[in-house]
């Protein structure tokens, strides 16, 4: 794969590298079309193909938060069509890596030597690349490490990123309204927190100490005095990456022990540290030789209030879902119903909530669930649909709902894929044994 010497972080041309990619798209419509005049039973599959790898091409080269974008995206199975997922999910870990010079250069610009005065080795060329750091092999005293380093300029260009997608995301999720700033400040600081290898550091070392003691888990050491805001030093870990794992022919014990150990980490986060892992993608975890997980990044942790918590999962009680009083109190309490709401809006928002939580709380109602049960994800894939072509939907004011929503709910599509991808049965209370 190709190196990159620069990073365009300016926002003239950031800009200018979207509208070139739109000008492409516009082309591949326009030959699309051009087709079906002569072919109407043409589908939309080469078109898909296409704009796939046209906007993925462009995000991989200004890298940072609009590659972010795809990698979560990339998780979203039900609302993309599948050659958007595939090109997608290459952001997790495949994009092409900074030279070796500007390695070298970020490397004595954060940490005050170059990278072969401070390690007995060092490997010039990447292992993994992504959105906002790539990952370099190293040496030093005998033990085999990780070093990752942030891409330069990422920070700088996060504001001027979603500047750019704020007008097309208020137009798509009809975020009606003055009120809507707290989604993107929302996303716009956990990006940000992102940035900070720091912050990052002191987050993964909490966090994995916190865990420790759940069977089948595990962490890499880190190393402060090998790390900086843009570079951070940790244990390499030997495994694959789980979304290779899940192409092979995996046992169902081998699922059930892996999807078993990542349920208990996430429900350990939740209910008792109040504080979660919220970028549960597959390339944020490892699988090792004795099928254990191996989870190695924590630059993306939220934080969960307790007012937010409280309501949010006394709403994945039946008893509370079936009982429309109490229902749509807590709707209220989530900033789901609005105080502005007029009667058509409460019964219509009530009835879509209600539908969507019996769905997406049924794994919490069981105490063993199969995330590898097809009729499940039918529904939850009928559900998208429906609503995405839902006419009635888009009259209403879509600006509801506590900002705290974004990453919870990234949280829990996130796990629920991993596990689906696993196959994986779950004993949904077996984590209150490590409480």
Partial sequence: MKTIDK???GKFNRTSKLVSTGAKIGGNYLKYYSKKAFNPSLDKEELNKDNASDIYDSLKDLKGSALKVAQMLSMEKSLLPSAYVEKFSLSQFSVPPLSAPLVRKTFKKYIGQYPEDLFDEFSKDSINAASIGQVHKAKKDDREL????????????????LAMVKPIAIRMFNLQGQDNDRYFQEIEGKLLEETDYILELEQSERISEACAHIPHLRFPKYYKELSSEKIITMDWMYGKHLSEFTKT???????????QALWDFYMHQLHNLREVHADPHPGNFLIDENDDLIAIDFGCVKKIPNEFYEPYFELAEPENINNREVFQ???????????DDNEAEIEYFSDLFHEMLSL???????????????????KVQNLSKKYS??????????NRGSQHFIYMNRTFFGLYNLLNDLKAQIKTVNYKLYN
């Fill in 329 to 339: 109190q807590k709707l209220r309490e989530l900033e789901i119903l609005r105080e």
């Fill in 7 to 9: 990073i365009p972080t």
């Fill in 249 to 259: 022919d995996f046992t169902q014990e081998q699922g059930n022990k892996i999807g």
């Fill in 389 to 398: 072509s839902d006419k009635e939907l888009r009259k209403m004011n879509s």
């Fill in 360 to 378: 997406f709380t049924s794994p919490l109602h069981e105490v063993d669930f199969d995330f590898g049960n097809q009729e499940f994800w039918d």
């Fill in 146 to 161: 990780a070093v990752k380093i942030q891409y330069p300029g990422v920070a700088d260009s996060i504001s001027s990123d």
